[in-house]
């Protein structure tokens, strides 16, 4: 079994990681993307709204280097209603954006660094934290998350910055880190009606060992169609 997102210390519950939401979109034979240079879209219209409504229900939104580059994200609530709903609560008008990285090499004028307001933390092996602090200053925060990467110190880390609810986005490199890690709490995967059939195309995972298993299945939750696509939630702990 995974470890509890909270621990209790005699009458003191105390948050040892977030709740962690994985969400996807894929094909209906496991793929992220093609490999144009172009982002295919796997959602719906609908879907893309269901997720907006996902982000502004959580702390934090994390993503993989991979992901940054390629896709260029923005990680902000689009919805002006939700945004104000959120700072009516107390809240910022979008979660904090969260980005793992190997090498800490990534673009300052990225739209992760620059779009919106939002707290931007980089979380990379220590060893790459100095070079990374430096090229990134002004732009995030650069925490150091043992070498290699530690996934269960950067929720922990998360965890002390109040994060109580994680969703994470992508991609595959980073759902096999969580996955394998044995970290997620719960699974969203929206499926597209076609195929991608290309091997060179980035999947929904890589090859790890997973505990989630036919003697450890997920549990399935819920199925919806949403505009089009099958939205399948999974409980995975």
């Known amino acids: 079994m995974g470890c509890s997102p909270v621990i209790?210390?005699?009458s003191l519950w105390i948050m040892a990681r977030p709740y962690v939401l994985l969400s996807a979109a894929m094909s209906v034979d496991g793929y992220l993307d093609d490999a144009s240079p172009e982002r295919l879209?796997?959602?719906s219209s609908e879907d893309f709204d269901a997720v907006d409504e996902l982000r502004a229900g959580v702390d934090a939104i994390l993503v993989g280097a991979g992901t940054l580059r390629a896709d260029n994200p923005r990680l902000l609530v689009r919805s002006a209603e939700r945004r104000r709903a959120r700072v009516a609560r107390g809240?910022?008008?979008?979660p904090a954006k969260v980005v793992i990285s190997g090498s800490g090499a990534l673009d300052p004028e990225?739209?992760?660094f620059t779009a919106g307001p939002a707290e931007?933390?980089?979380y990379l092996p220590t060893r790459a934290v100095e070079a990374a602090a430096e090229r990134l200053a002004g732009r995030a925060e650069v925490i150091g998350a043992g070498d290699p990467l530690d996934v269960h110190a950067l929720l922990a880390d998360l965890a002390?910055?109040?994060v109580r609810r994680l969703l994470v986005e992508g991609g595959g490199t980073v759902h096999t880190l969580f996955l394998t890690a044995d970290v997620v709490d719960e699974l969203r995967l929206a499926v597209a009606g076609f195929f991608v059939g290309d091997p060179a195309?980035?999947?929904?995972?890589g090859p790890g060992r997973f505990p989630q298993s036919p003697a450890r299945p997920m549990r399935l939750v819920s199925t919806?169609?949403?505009?089009?696509?099958?939205v399948l939630r999974f409980q995975v702990g």
């Open 8 to 10: 209790y210390l005699g």
């Open 41 to 43: 879209l796997l959602s």
């Open 91 to 94: 809240l910022p008008e979008s």
């Open 110 to 112: 990225a739209a992760f």
């Open 120 to 122: 931007r933390l980089v």
């Open 160 to 162: 002390s910055r109040g």
């Open 201 to 205: 195309a980035p999947r929904l995972v």
């Open 224 to 230: 919806e169609n949403v505009g089009g696509t099958a």
